[in-house]
């Protein structure tokens, strides 16, 4: 009893952190629905012939999207960036070098400044590269090295220490701050990866101010937009360099960052893949469907992640004149593998399968597979539009990389143990819904 009196105040402060830290996810209690048959088909229809292949009618779509959702994509936005500075020559023992770039977006006193830190593995051919945009700030996605800080000095510590750390990586997941590095060297990729709130901040109010004085010809107005720019800078001076194969440039993101790459994949058609974890509203998921967080609430609690226009759509968001089928329509026939978790009702697993379904006409048409899923339980990570879920909140786990390097693997021309890692999250799945209280364990 004496024990555990001693630790009630930290058991309060792990308490009240957890709760400050999943109010935009509302921690998982229950199950998304597997049923898709009987849902409503998304609306609007998807004119296939048009988009297929169409520029103009592409264009026109996505200036839909601009108006009511995303606004307008900063296009001239000046992007400037530093030389290489190696961190450690050595990385992972040896097995590679880990390297910061400084790159500004914008003009004037405006001008936004960003460290993106890459690992390049030491290999005899330019390597395939993951692109990622991270939550925690590059001190806590590398931790133990002197990557730069967000205020200019070498980083001393991270900020998932202590019990902050260990209620956001119970919540979220091992992956949710920590770059898994020496999993992808072992799939052969690079990484690269920045903090989205340096380049716009994720604050209301903030974010906006930074957005206006960007110094652009253009300046985005929604923070998914500014943070899909970011990921299209990054790329330019990912491409320029000759370690890396330009041929094979994935994004990743989780969340609202998943929403970001979604859209830089739409907006920068030099992105060869897109893994979009657990995108939700404004991302992958219906804004129609009444499942889940739903469109208004997120863009009423998050006001700077849309365009100020989208505010008129929200008490009525079927009076959208677009919805997030088309946005993965606009993708093909670019990979895409939009990540899930059964317990992640708020990010709604089971409209993001019928987004993807409907999406599948234009892959198809533009001669991939698009998405041959029958059941959102069915992972095929060879299909052009791939559909991934797993038990479950939101979070990044260790079965999300091997679903993110399974996909990778299956698209950048080396097959990999694809077989392998559909049996394993099969059973990962089942065993959780079978077994929630525990009970037999995966192989």
Known sequence: MI???????????????ALIMSNCTMLGLNYASLEVANKPVPVPPIDVAAISGRETARDALKTKFEDALYGPWPAGMPVSASGWRVIEPDYL?????????????????????????????????????????TFSTNCSVFPDTAVTATNGLPCDGSEMDGVV???????????????????????????????ASELVPDKNGEA???????????????????????FSAAL???????????????LMGHSRHAKSALITGVWDRRVDAVIAHQSGFAGAALSRSTAGEGLARMAKSYPHWVA????????????????????????APTPVLLGNGRR????????????????????????????TATGM?????????????????????????????????????????IESSVQTADCTLNSQENNAEGGAQCP
């Not at 979220?172 to 903090?195: M, N, Q």
């Not at 100020?308 to 606009?330: F, G, I, K, N």
């Not at 697993?349 to 198809?364: C, D, G, I, L, M």
């Open 308 to 331: 100020p226009q989208a505010q008129a759509y929200l008490d009525d968001p079927s009076t959208l004149p677009v919805d997030q089928h088309e946005l993965l329509a606009l993708l």
């Open 93 to 133: 023992n040896g097995r590679g070098t880990l390297e910061e770039a400084e790159i500004t977006i914008g003009s004037g006193a405006g001008a936004r400044l960003f460290h993106l830190v890459a690992a390049f593995p030491k290999a005899d051919a330019p390597s395939p590269v993951v692109i990622s945009q």
């Open 208 to 230: 906006q101010a930074v957005m206006a004085n960007l110094g652009g010809p253009v300046n985005p107005t929604s923070t998914l937009m500014a943070w899909a720019y970011g």
């Open 377 to 417: 339980k069915d992972f095929l990570p060879s299909d052009a539009l791939s559909y991934w879920l797993r038990a479950g909140g939101h979070s990044i786990v260790s079965k999300d990389i091997d679903a993110f390097t399974t996909f990778l693997s299956a698209h950048f021309n080396d097959p990999g143990e």
């Open 236 to 250: 330019d001076v990912l491409e320029a360099d000759p370690r890396i194969d330009a041929s094979r440039t994935a």
């Open 165 to 195: 750390g260990m209620a956001a990586t119970s919540i979220f997941g091992t992956y949710i701050a920590l770059a898994p590095v020496e999993r992808y060297f072992d799939a052969g990729l690079a990484y690269a990866s920045f903090y």
């Open 344 to 371: 992640d009702v708020w990010s709604d697993p089971n409209s993001t399968f019928r987004s993807a379904e409907a999406a599948s006409a234009v892959y198809k048409a533009d001669g991939t597979t698009g998405m």
């Open 3 to 17: 024990w555990f009196l001693k630790r009630i105040p930290l058991l309060l402060v792990i308490g009240v952190t």
